[in-house]
């Protein structure tokens, strides 16, 4: 079901040409991320690997997250799913998924992007067990991963104490993912928890009906043998998290566009206003897009000019508004992320965002929303 990545040329081929993914290198590792999610942005097997990939600086691949999956109903109705193929259903926490990697001999913890606070503040909480489980696994060329929930990490739902709960482990070269019985036997060998499964004794239709009006949880992560998995998110997570009731306010869907939070939403929404909030979707990420390859083309255009002759040149030919972008691609720094701040920027007020509406051509015309739960 996954395809066999090994090196970083494995990877590359799927990726060029699409605007959304990019390649980003630190000092000691590289990593393949996705920023902007348009309707085409993840078009092959390879494409849903792209979501925190991490390789050695030779190229090797080092770590394996997560595929990118999706919300029950975003892609594929509940009826539409084969529910006799072998499954778990697992409580969702809401939380920061890190996972180990050695990066010059030393076992640090990453998140998606890489080293970061949340990373390094889980690797300061974890004890000696989750270590030996974390250095067993990269000597096995597995990447396991956790769930790190704190008090002082929180998201939504509120947590006493730090915690790290093992939530899956795959294969870094096949992408197969362990069963749960497997996970059973890896958390009690090395004595560390173990994300909860949920016996599900209603219909699959019952069920997604109850489990998306529970209050209190974030959801739940249904996950089958061959490794497919969908997420399962609650009303109640969802209202607050992403603040359904700010569909009234243009500057609310821009955020969501911004921040990779639409196929939270979506599932949730009347079918017609879920549509309409994608077109929307598609109409920014479509212009940022073109941006990006118009950028794209003009910096390969100057490659190999002195700083300030591109300099002027982006002076006299660059819309203002982009030129952040430009010098950022000049550097051979990410320039989608340049524009994915200016679209935050923009989404703190209705002046701001329509100080760039003529850059993407959006606009937004507020319905009635209905949240649907069943």
């Not at 076992?107 to 030996?132: D, P, W, Y």
Request: with cysteine; net charge negative.
């Amino acid at each position: 079901m996954f395809p066999v990545i090994e090196t970083v040329s494995d990877v590359l081929p799927h990726i060029q040409g699409n605007i959304g993914f990019f390649l980003t290198r630190f000092d000691d590792y590289d990593v393949i991320d996705y920023g902007f999610v348009g309707d085409d942005t993840f078009r092959s097997p390879m494409t849903l690997e792209c979501r925190g990939l991490k390789f050695a600086k030779d190229g090797r691949l080092i770590a394996r997250p997560f595929h990118k999956f999706f919300n029950l109903g975003e892609r594929q109705r509940p009826e539409d799913v084969d529910w006799t193929v072998p499954h778990v259903v697992l409580s969702k926490l809401d939380g920061s998924m890190v996972h180990p990697c050695v990066v010059r001999d030393e076992l640090v913890f990453m998140t998606r992007m890489g080293v970061t606070a949340q990373s390094t503040a889980a690797l300061a909480h974890a004890g000696e067990n989750i270590r030996k489980l974390s250095k067993w696994a990269v000597d096995a060329g597995m990447t396991v991963l956790f769930e790190f929930t704190s008090p002082e990490n929180r998201v939504v739902i509120a947590y006493n104490r730090p915690s790290l709960t093992l939530l899956a482990a795959r294969d870094n070269r096949t992408g197969l993912y362990s069963t749960y019985q497997e996970l059973q036997s890896l958390a009690a060998e090395f004595d560390v928890p173990l994300i909860q499964s949920v016996q599900m004794t209603s219909s699959t239709r019952d069920f997604v009906t109850i489990a998306r009006s529970q209050e209190g949880i974030e959801g739940y992560v249904i996950a089958f043998d061959d490794g497919q998995r969908f997420k399962l998110k609650t009303a109640f997570y969802a209202l607050r998290h992403k603040a359904l009731s700010g569909l009234a306010h243009e500057k609310n869907i821009l955020a969501w566009v911004a921040e990779g939070a639409v196929d939270d939403v979506v599932p949730l929404l009347a079918a017609d206003l879920a549509e309409e909030l994608k077109a929307y979707q598609s109409v920014v990420v479509n212009g940022l897009n073109r941006h990006l390859g118009d950028l794209a083309a003009f910096v390969t255009g100057h490659s190999g000019r002195e700083r300030k002759e591109f300099a002027a040149a982006v002076s006299s030919n660059l819309d203002k508004r982009l030129q952040g972008a430009a010098f950022a691609m000049f550097d051979g720094k990410d320039g989608s992320e340049v524009l994915r701040k200016q679209l935050l920027w923009a989404s703190y007020g209705e002046s701001r965002l329509e100080s760039i509406r003529d850059l993407y051509g959006m606009s937004w015309k507020s319905p009635a929303m209905t949240v649907e739960v069943g």
